[in-house]
Nanobody
Framework: QVQLVESGGGLVQAGGSLRLSCAAS????????MGWYRQAPGKQRELVAH???????NVADSVKGRFTISRDNAKNTVYLQMNSLKPEDTAVYYC???????????WGQGTQVTVSS
C-alpha cells in the first residue's frame, strides 16, 4: 500500500500563491501517475492536475496558466504550485497516486486552501 501526507495549504489573499506538497511512502516502487483533485463545499471532487511518471502533465482548464504540477521521483513527492489564486479556488485539495499493476489509487487526507477576496 501507499500512504500520502499532504502539506502547504492555508489562507491566502486573492492574487497570492501557495505550494502544496504530497509525500508518498510504502509501496513507492510501484507508483505511476500522481495528481491533485479538489472539492469545494457543495460540489463534486474535480481533477486539478495530473502527472505521469515520465513527466507528462494534464491541467484543468480552470487553472491552466496559473497552476503547475511537478514531481520528484527521488523523493516520491508531487507538488502543486498555485499562483494568481482566486476565491473560486477555495477547496479541500487532495493528492492521489496510482500504484501497482492494476493499478490501485491512494488518496491523501486533504488540505484546505482558502482564498479571500
Amino acid at each position: 500500500q501507499v500512504q500520502l501526507v499532504e502539506s502547504g495549504g492555508g489562507l491566502v489573499q486573492a492574487g497570492g500563491s501557495l505550494r502544496l506538497s504530497c509525500a508518498a511512502s510504502g509501496s513507492i516502487f510501484s507508483i505511476s501517475a500522481m495528481g491533485w483533485y479538489r472539492q469545494a463545499p457543495g460540489k463534486q471532487r474535480e481533477l486539478v492536475a495530473h502527472i505521469t511518471r515520465g513527466g507528462s502533465t494534464n491541467v484543468a482548464d480552470s487553472v491552466k496558466g496559473r497552476f503547475t504540477i511537478s514531481r520528484d521521483n527521488a523523493k516520491n513527492t508531487v507538488y502543486l504550485q498555485m499562483n494568481s489564486l482566486k476565491p473560486e479556488d477555495t477547496a479541500v485539495y487532495y493528492c492521489n497516486v496510482d500504484y501497482g499493476v492494476v493499478p490501485l489509487r491512494a488518496w491523501g487526507q486533504g488540505t484546505q486552501v482558502t482564498v479571500s477576496s
